[in-house]
């Protein structure tokens, strides 16, 4: 907790740097952006996220772990942010669907989700994509089967599934493509 | 003029949704707010003895906590009717927080309110709660003996009686009969975004923002709850994170958030946990169905008996009516259905996607397949024999059907083999078989006038708008293309607005209608503010469309022509410039057809569905899904694929995953989070192939439009079940199929 700067009040830690279980500042590295709010130490990722810092892209479904909607990246890694601290991101980079886009335009997996109807309701999506996302870069998506087993932990109840596939598999192909010209 | 209607237009909320700006309920940002949580019974039935709020009053944060003892009791009583119609639309007749009364494990028995989302769930768990338990009912089975049969379901709008000729006549008569009982487990909808609802007053008036599928019916049914006017209650809703039936009634934690904020003097934001969920919003009650089907040897039927029995609340006679479907479809002049009820300690049930349809088709459609299998007929052809072109309750003649060529293009397409000798086919250790089912929905409709209003500015562009809500089924995409080629304008020039009780009325979106009566309300306000801009062009002096006949004038891109002279026009813009005329605008309306129409109003599809059954384990894998329908038009053949596809994959969660228990012991629910209620996941779901069949339909509504929304469910999960038979030659009845049904057969070589 030595990143802690004491400008928006809360209790000074003490002397061994412990904190109590009041609202303390916690300066989280959001989508680049360091911001800083008092946030108790009970507080998931995903809370910190939408109920403190507006970013409200990443949802809340189940709160257990289950749903997959809060799926965000800490450190490159697609974790759940409702099972996931807030205190323990501290000194890490924490992305979510709001930082992936570059300026005016789509990220290549949001296009597809688009091109190929990959949702419905919408509420599970953002989830989906940085799943889908992450997927590429651990190389699970070598075919559908590995697709669709590493893309299970993240729930659509509208069941865009097959949809979702083909867009994960339009992302693949056209990066595959991408490295195949520059080869 | 159609250039638009049909097209696959991506959905105009992509890229919000994709990008994580559209905002749903419970991201309604507003200053001051507090959060609510609820604090639900342990028990399923008895008495609450004594709360000790001390502790969570004093918590950190804690603004209020509520109970039956200090709350203040709701001036209205709730009485159920479905959304569909217009009214306050309870989903059970039952207000909790009023009195020390125990009906159900989950009914809520304190509101904690606090600054923080995490102070209100601490302080919710330091509530205490003492009760008085008593003995409880929530399966058929702890409840057998005292069923009754009501005089009518589903909200009082369904007999559960349907009788046509003589069943036991029929049954005596019929060369082969089959008799057999299924059993259905409970479902619950578990869309992914939770119920919510924010609530802010100002002085007398509350706005509502809520998780609905009717956001009329959240505003009619907040003021009657709480004494209230509808005009002091105005409801926000733009996004949902889908419903399926969880949000088509409008459940007590709706009013109570309103009542709450208003006690608390600030506004306050409720949101259900996940395991809430499974007790706040109804369910589809778990159900046992007999059905006895009498059948000459050339396939006629002579009878069928469907019967089925379903526990309900104590405040409610609800059931899913499981025999609209089967009562109707198939020519047979000796029919009988009932429906018994269980008092029990549970919720009342609610829709459920499908509700009713879903169930009565897997028992109907299984014994059928049972009937072909002893006939030796071909499952398609015992269907194609037997469906009626008539409505067998009413023997009107459909408005439209196309069910043969579903038939047709759907067993073209998924390659159906006639020969259904089971264990025939088999890919290592995997056997593998093809099941088909008739699938069916009705249109359903409201006795309420349905509205939108269309307004032009000069500049040509336009806004349509009426009171609905988008979850998922595209309605803000397709009404723009609707109300495009209503107005003649480039589908870039209009905007659907939604989500706002202040619009123009149209129904709660259940029942699969929205699409049919919201695009008849819009292409009326579309076509009537043309109709009246060509009439204002062709009665101007300064127009060159003066003095023409308004029927002999298009409009193309916003651009008045005469049709046999297309260079003879004018832009709306120009006429509208000339006359000084800022903006003009209509009112659409559309009295949906009536009870008393001369046809029937069925959609029709037909399902195929190739499984592998592990030899070994038992597992049922899907391979394969291919659903063939004959919704009227489609509006736009990207989102009515994706939301018929949707429905095929919850019937495959209807027929192999889904189901929760009532643990009997203690009343409560046994599967109360995505974790234990199994609903598929990606590695589940094959690739899913969709025939549409566009039958044209002059009769239903102005557009010949039917509803995708909920049929994609019907009959997949008996296509399934059959092919389970057809690879195994095991019959399940019992849903969801597991592994236990299976494994003492398969290895042995069938039942």
Redesign the interface.
């Known amino acids: 907790m030595d990143q802690r700067d004491h400008t928006v009040g809360g209790p000074p830690p003490t002397p061994d740097g412990a904190r109590g279980p009041?609202a303390a500042p916690v300066r989280l590295r959001v989508n680049g952006v360091d911001r800083e709010v008092p946030l108790?130490p009970?507080?998931s990722l995903l809370?910190a996220l939408?109920?403190h810092l507006?970013?409200?892209?990443?949802?809340?479904?189940?709160?257990?772990?289950?749903?997959g909607?809060c799926t965000v990246w800490v450190d490159g890694r697609r974790v759940l942010g409702c099972l996931t601290l807030a205190v323990t991101c501290v000194g890490r980079e924490v992305t979510?669907?709001?930082g992936i886009?570059p300026a005016d335009g789509?990220h290549p997996m949001?296009?597809a989700?688009?091109?190929h109807?990959a949702?419905?309701?919408?509420?599970?999506?953002?989830g989906q994509?940085m799943s889908a996302i992450a997927l590429l870069d651990e190389g699970h998506a070598g075919d559908d089967?590995q697709?669709?087993?590493w893309?299970?932990?993240?729930?659509?109840?509208?069941?865009?599934?097959?949809?979702?596939?083909a867009a994960i598999r339009q992302c693949r192909d056209q990066r595959e493509g991408a490295r195949g010209a520059t080869a | 003029m159609t250039t638009n209607i049909g097209r696959p237009v991506p959905r105009v909320d992509g890229r919000q949704k994709v990008t994580g700006a559209a905002r749903y309920t419970a991201e309604t940002v507003l200053p001051g707010l507090l959060h609510a949580t609820i604090v639900g019974a342990t028990i399923a039935h008895g008495r609450v003895v004594a709360v000790d709020t001390s502790a969570a009053r004093t918590a950190d944060g804690v603004v209020a906590v509520y109970t039956h003892e200090n709350l203040p009791k709701i001036p209205g009583q709730p009485h159920l009717i479905p959304s569909l119609f217009g009214f306050p639309a309870p989903g059970q007749s039952h207000f909790p927080l009023q009195d020390d009364r125990i009906h159900f494990a989950g009914q809520p028995v304190a509101v904690v309110v606090a600054e923080e989302h995490e102070q209100a769930q601490y302080a919710a768990r330091l509530v205490r709660v003492e009760y008085a338990p008593e003995p409880s009912i929530t399966t058929v089975e702890q409840g057998r003996e005292q069923a009754y049969e009501p005089e009518r379901i589903f909200g009082g709008f369904v007999p559960a009686r349907t009788e046509r000729g003589d069943v036991a006549a029929g049954l005596a008569e019929a060369d082969v009969r089959v008799d057999a009982t299924y059993r259905l487990a409970a479902n619950h909808h578990h869309p992914i975004e939770p119920s919510a609802t924010v609530a802010v007053w100002d002085g007398d008036q509350v706005t509502v923002h809520d998780t609905t599928m009717g956001i009329k019916a959240t505003q009619l049914t907040v003021s009657a709850l709480l004494g209230l006017h509808p005009t002091q209650v105005r409801v926000l809703t733009r996004f949902v994170g889908g419903s399926f039936g969880a949000k088509a009634m409008v459940w007590p934690h709706v009013a109570l958030t309103a009542h709450v904020a208003r006690q608390v003097g600030r506004p306050v934001k409720l949101v259900l946990t996940r395991p809430q969920m499974s007790a706040a919003h109804g369910h589809r009650e778990a159900q046992e169905h007999r059905v006895a089907v009498g059948v000459r040897r050339d396939g006629t039927l002579t009878a069928i008996q469907h019967q089925k029995i379903s526990v309900t609340s104590p405040f409610d006679d609800w059931a899913e009516p499981v025999v609209g479907v089967s009562s109707s479809i198939y020519r047979c002049a000796n029919f009988s259905g009932v429906h018994r009820l269980v008092r029990g300690n549970t919720m009342t049930p609610t829709f459920t996607r499908g509700p009713g349809e879903a169930a009565g088709m897997f028992a109907l459609e299984s014994t059928l397949d049972e009937v072909a299998e002893r006939l030796g007929i071909d499952p398609v052809e015992l269907r194609l024999r037997n469906l009626s072109e008539t409505d067998q309750n009413t023997g009107k003649p459909w408005s439209s059907s196309g069910v043969a060529e579903c038939f047709a293009r759907g067993a073209a397409r998924f390659g159906w083999d006639p020969d259904r000798t089971p264990r025939r086919r088999r890919d290592g250790h995997w056997l593998i078989g093809t099941g088909v089912a008739t699938s069916a929905y009705p249109v359903v409709y409201s006795a309420q006038v349905q509205r939108a209003r269309a307004r032009l500015y000069s500049d040509g562009t336009a806004v349509v708008e009426t009171g609905t809500q988008e979850f998922g089924t595209g309605v803000s995409t397709v009404m723009g293309q609707v109300a495009a080629d209503a107005l003649g304008l480039a589908l870039d020039r209009v905007r659907f607005e939604f989500g706002d009780t202040n619009m123009p009325n149209s129904s709660a979106t259940v029942g699969s209608a929205g699409a049919g009566s919201i695009s008849a309300a819009v292409h009326r306000a579309g076509t009537a503010l043309r109709d009246q801009l060509v009439g204002r062009a062709v009665a101007d002096p300064g127009s060159p469309l003066h003095g023409a006949a308004p029927e002999s004038v298009v409009v193309t891109d916003g651009r008045m022509a005469l049709r046999d002279d297309p260079e003879v026009g004018e832009t709306y813009g120009e006429l509208m410039h000339r006359g000084l005329q800022g903006e003009v605008e209509a009112i659409g309306e559309w009295r949906p057809t009536g009870f008393d129409a001369p046809f029937g109003m069925m959609t029709f599809g037909a399902q195929f569905a190739e499984v592998a059954v592990d030899e070994d384990l038992g597992l049922v894998r899907v391979r394969r899904l291919v659903g063939a329908f004959a919704p009227g038009r489609v509006l736009n053949r990207s989102t009515a694929r994706s939301q018929l596809m949707g429905g095929m994959i919850w019937g495959m969660g209807q027929a192999l995953l889904e189901g929760n228990e009532f643990d009997p012991r203690s009343g409560r629910w046994a599967n109360n989070g995505l974790g234990e209620y199994l609903v598929a996941v990606n590695a589940d779901v094959p690739e899913v192939e969709i025939e549409l069949v566009e039958v044209e339909d002059r009769l239903v509504n102005p557009l010949g439009v039917k509803g995708v929304g909920e049929i994609g469910l019907v009959g997949t999960a008996a296509a399934i079940a059959n092919a389970v038979h057809h690879a195994t030659g095991q019959r399940v009845r019992d849903l969801p199929i597991t592994v236990e049904q299976l494994l003492p057969a398969v290895p042995f070589g069938g039942s």
Not at chain 1, 54 to 67: A, E, F, N, P, V
Not at chain 1, 151 to 165: D, E, T, V
């Open positions: 009041v108790e009970r507080v809370d939408r109920e507006g970013l409200t892209g990443s949802k809340k479904g189940c709160d257990q772990g289950t749903c909607a979510t669907i709001e886009a789509l949001q296009q989700f688009v091109d109807d949702f419905q309701c919408g509420y599970c999506t953002p994509i089967a697709i669709a087993e893309m299970s932990g993240n729930i659509c109840r509208c069941a865009a599934y097959p949809n979702i596939r």
